[in-house]
């Protein structure tokens, strides 16, 4: 009787562990066995050349692309940590005072994040291309008398990258914006009216109250940034198309090509478990970083 | 001595810089998209010199020919159906893995469950290539199971989490009424507590729909037969074949994004919520 009630209930698990296996388990062992191998993905698998560390060592000190390819999402990173977080934090900022249309800014806000990367990246790039002279931005920049500010957005290489990185952003922002807003909510109004009561301003109680107690949710919304930043991809193939050139490539790219476009598997393997590794350190390292940091206040 | 009518009149300016800033930014989110509506309207011949917001002349057979010849109408039906398919089979898979994480005893119940969580936070960034290889060897690339089973998985942790937290929470009275009513295990779950769950499964539905609708590079590696493809893969080979017909790009964009919108707007509270649980679940 007791272990027919215990078989039953492992038949409640059962479907989920077996999808799990299947698709999260088994590729994850297998990702970190191949990326000791070099294999086309043609030859039967067992026929795969096992050689060692030799893919690592190419990451780390023959393969110019993928650390110019860690170039270029590190800086996308930047300026997602400083330029997207702050606009988020400012624009929550702005909206939890009593104000009106508070609601209206809210949804609006949270469109760019429930649209596709795909999506996003092939509307802004015909709103930035340069085909056929069709650049809106260009177009409206001559048209109000700028015309040293129109430039080649997407094909200009010292522009593209941050061409990206402001697309990205704006794709990005209204989700940090959410949480930071939710964050704000949560600080009791009781401490600003005691503040007032004591004499602050507006800029003292900011420093003294707000900023203190939204160090947590500035940490999380910053290590769950970088996470998504660096790992993004999918956004550039609409936007820059297929086209990926140096200049705005990036890690993740770097494992799609070596997989579809030359076939290694074994190291489009390895550069996911290098980049996967590396990801685990930085998160960790902001992890650890924000419990100090909130150990020193007490 | 300053007046409390200038006190007034700073706190009035201070409100309409706020707003000034608010409204810049909203309408930076709104433009793209009237954008791309205003020139799927538009002809070929004049997409790139009528600037004007509003097309002089409405081209709604852009719609047709986007959904009959660029086949849009096809990818169309076949994202309806994956994301309907992976969202029933995450609602019931997850909820009855939660359910049981919440209520049921059986060894090893912790190692599973934290095993479930830890694959939340470990990012393997060139799980794909495994994944590729994988549906090889299981005669499962290149067909439509294929990819909701590899989907259901993507969305399986953090929707057993939501659900397994809500469990815990909630009373379970009603749940050691049914069972002295005689009814089953089963029964309870599906009678008692996921009717129960509502709130929490509007949650998982919304979030899971978004992004199956979203997803792009699973289905870029899984499906090779056009047949089979959604929207997402679809309108980027379009966008590659049909380079110059910009008008008809734009209608296959809009009907790409149409549906996410209109269940953005329905469903935000819930939306919302997710977003904010899951932010304090991190």
């Known amino acids: 009787m007791r272990i027919k009630s215990t078989l039953e209930n492992y038949l409640f698990v059962t479907p989920a562990v077996l999808i799990f296996s299947i698709f999260y388990i088994i590729p994850f062992i297998f990702v970190f066995r191949l990326g000791f191998y070099d294999w086309d993905g043609i030859v039967p698998l067992k026929d795969a050349v096992f050689v060692g560390l030799a893919n690592f060592k190419e990451i780390l000190f023959h393969d110019p692309s993928w650390w110019q390819a860690m170039r270029n999402a590190s800086w996308i990173t930047l300026i997602a940590l400083t330029f997207q977080n702050a606009l988020a934090f400012l624009l929550a900022l702005a909206c939890d005072r009593e104000i009106r249309m508070k609601n209206f800014y809210r949804v609006v806000f949270f469109i760019p994040p429930v649209l596709s990367e795909i999506v996003v990246g092939m509307v802004w790039r015909f709103i930035i291309n340069d085909i056929d002279g069709a650049n809106m931005i260009n177009r409206l920049l001559l048209q109000i008398g700028l015309p040293q500010l129109a430039h080649s957005w997407l094909s200009d290489p010292k522009l593209a990258l941050n061409t990206v990185a402001i697309v990205h952003s704006w794709k990005g922002f209204g989700w940090g914006f959410l949480i930071f807003l939710a964050g704000l909510q949560t600080i009791p109004r009781e401490l600003y009216e005691a503040a007032r009561v004591d004499g602050a301003g507006a800029w003292h109680s900011f420093r003294k109250i707000t900023f203190p107690m939204m160090v947590p949710v500035m940490v999380l919304v910053g290590i769950l940034t970088v996470l998504g930043t660096m790992q993004a991809f999918v956004l550039i193939i609409g936007l820059v198309g297929g086209e990926f050139a140096g200049h705005t490539s990036v890690p993740v790219l770097r494992i799609l090509a070596c997989m579809r476009d030359s076939s290694r598997f074994g190291y489009a393997c390895a550069q996911g478990i290098s980049f996967g590794a590396i990801l685990v350190i930085i998160s960790f390292i902001q992890y650890r970083f924000s419990k100090e940091r909130q150990l020193k206040k007490i | ?282």
């Open chain 2, 1 to 282: 001595m300053k007046t409390a009518i200038y006190y007034k009149a700073k706190k009035n300016t201070i409100n309409i810089l706020i707003h000034l800033f608010l409204l810049t930014v909203a309408v930076t989110c709104i433009f793209p998209l009237l954008w791309m509506v205003s020139s799927s309207l538009k002809s070929q011949d004049v997409i790139f010199r009528d600037t004007s917001f509003l097309p002089r002349v409405f081209h709604f057979e852009n719609y047709y020919r986007a959904w009959v010849e660029g086949g849009f109408g096809r990818y169309f039906l076949n994202s309806i159906f994956y994301t309907a398919a992976v969202v029933i089979g995450i609602v019931i898979v997850a909820s009855l893995a939660a359910y049981a994480f919440s209520r049921l005893k059986f060894p090893g119940k912790n190692v599973l469950f934290i095993m479930f969580i830890a694959a939340m936070m470990i990012p393997i960034p060139g799980s794909f290539v495994a994944l590729y290889v994988l549906l090889n060897k299981l005669h499962l690339r290149d067909t439509p199971v294929g990819y909701i089973l590899a989907m259901i998985n993507v969305g399986l942790s953090s929707s057993i989490f939501l659900l397994k937290t809500f469990f815990d929470k909630m009373p379970t009275e009603l749940e050691d009424a049914a069972r002295i009513d005689g009814c089953s295990k089963l029964g309870i779950w599906w009678h008692v507590a996921l009717p129960l769950a509502k709130p929490v499964l509007a949650v998982v539905v919304v979030f899971n729909a978004l992004s199956v609708w979203n997803e792009y590079v699973l289905a870029l590696i899984i499906f090779d037969s056009r047949r089979f493809m959604p929207l997402q893969v679809a309108i980027k080979l379009f966008q590659g074949e049909f380079v110059t017909n910009y008008p008809l790009l734009m209608a296959g964009l809009t009907i790409t994004v149409l549906p996410i919108i209109i269940v953005y707007l329905l469903m935000q509270k819930y939306i919302v919520k997710g977003v904010t649980a899951g932010a304090v679940y991190g």
